[in-house]
């Protein structure tokens, strides 16, 4: 059974501060890792995706990628009230197939 | 530019009746992937179609739901003599190949049965 696993949370976070959200996953084969966010009741949006081993910055969002680990991370840097959301890990499985995560809840307090 | 399109947004039906979920692509997308989320649950593949063809239907329940992409026209899934455990969001993605590509999600669907 191939599985991502993220955690829960919630993750609280000072306005302004980083937030550092994990997600590991079981499948050596997966190439494609995708972050979304999804805010209550909408539906999940692309934040980042990551292909290579390694760090990818986009604004405020940086993608860390080990697969010899099995291990991407996202953090979120000078977090605003607007990040508050629920950050979905999502790992490319099989011929398009995405696996999710659980979901970390993340409020960021002022 | 038009992103992936779905309707109804919302659609309330009694147990017993049926449900056809619609989506279309974003421009220049020949990819759909259907996913459900349950509440306070992760999101699940369903269904992987191109064109005319199911690709992958390995997380589709194996009874009352079908799916299917024809060459003209949206992608639509049919729930069949819908149950209240039927009630979740169903979100339609698209993509421009697969493995690698990007998916970009519609706004979904609420199905509530009552």
């Known amino acids: 059974q191939k599985e991502v696993e993220q955690n829960s949370g919630p993750l609280s976070v000072p306005e302004g501060a980083i937030a550092s959200l994990n997600c590991t996953y079981s499948?050596?084969?997966?190439?494609?890792f995708f972050w979304y966010r999804q805010y209550s009741g909408k539906s999940p949006e692309l934040i980042m995706s990551i292909y290579s081993n390694g760090d990818k910055e986009d604004g405020r969002f940086t993608a860390q990628l080990n697969k010899a680990s099995q291990y991407v991370s996202l953090l979120i840097r000078d977090s605003q009230p607007s990040d508050s959301a629920t950050y979905l890990c999502?790992?490319?499985?099989?011929?398009?197939?995405?696996?999710f995560g659980a979901g970390t809840q993340v409020v960021v307090t002022p | 530019n038009a992103g992936v399109m779905q309707n109804p947004r919302h659609l309330v039906r009694r147990r017993g009746q049926e449900a056809r979920l619609r989506c279309s692509p974003m421009k220049g997308h020949s990819h759909v992937y259907w996913y459900r989320q349950l509440p306070e649950e992760g999101l699940k593949f369903m269904v992987y179609l191109q064109k005319e063809n199911i690709i992958d239907e390995s997380g589709m329940p194996k009874e009352r739901f079908s799916a299917e992409f024809p060459k003209e026209g949206p992608s639509i899934l049919r729930i069949q003599q819908v149950v209240r455990g039927d009630s979740a969001a169903y979100f339609c993605a698209s993509s421009r190949g697969t493995t690698t590509d990007t998916q970009y999600f519609g706004p979904g669907t609420r199905l509530t049965v009552l």
């Open positions: 499948d050596r084969g997966s190439q494609s």
């Open positions: 999502a790992v490319n499985i099989d011929w398009g197939k995405l696996q």
